[in-house]
């Protein structure tokens, strides 16, 4: 008796908690692999209701229109405990677009590159 609730409690873990498991996806040209440093660009999270089976909310997160990237979408620690919380009724994961550190299209060279425009649209300020 003993060991059959040792199983089935060892069982329970294992099934509630999913690994921090990550997919990527590359998108365009995108060329790199993980090893590759890559930027946020952005970051949403997409809810689910129903052990997955039910999608609540459908981000709408920004992507570049110049430049590869890649999605990647993983279930993080924040993500485990609310599942975990709620016995998996409530669920989320959370998706990252990410591109190329020091690419046109990471946001520190974006944000470089609006300044130094609006310096030059309004000189003196």
């Known amino acids: 008796m003993k060991s059959t609730l040792k ?3 060892l069982l329970l873990v294992i099934l509630s ?3 921090c498991f990550i997919n990527r996806t590359p998108v365009g040209y995108f060329q ?12 949403k999270k997409q809810m689910y209701v129903l052990w997955g089976f039910l999608a609540l909310k459908h981000p709408e997160v920004k ?9 990647k ?3 993080n620690g924040v993500d ?14 959370t998706i990252k677009i990410e591109v190329l550190k020091d690419s046109p299209c990471d946001p520190k060279i974006i944000r470089q590159e609006r300044k130094i425009e609006r ?3 309004h000189p003196g300020k």
């Open 80 to 93: 485990v405990i609310a599942s975990i919380l709620t016995c998996g009724i409530f669920s989320m994961r």
């Open 73 to 75: 979408t993983s279930f």
């Open 17 to 19: 908690l999913s690994s």
């Open 63 to 71: 992507t570049p229109a110049d430049c590869g990237y890649v999605v």
């Open 7 to 9: 199983f089935s409690v």
């Open 32 to 43: 790199g692999g993980k090893d590759i440093e890559t930027v946020k660009f952005d970051k």
């Open 119 to 121: 310096e030059e649209s």
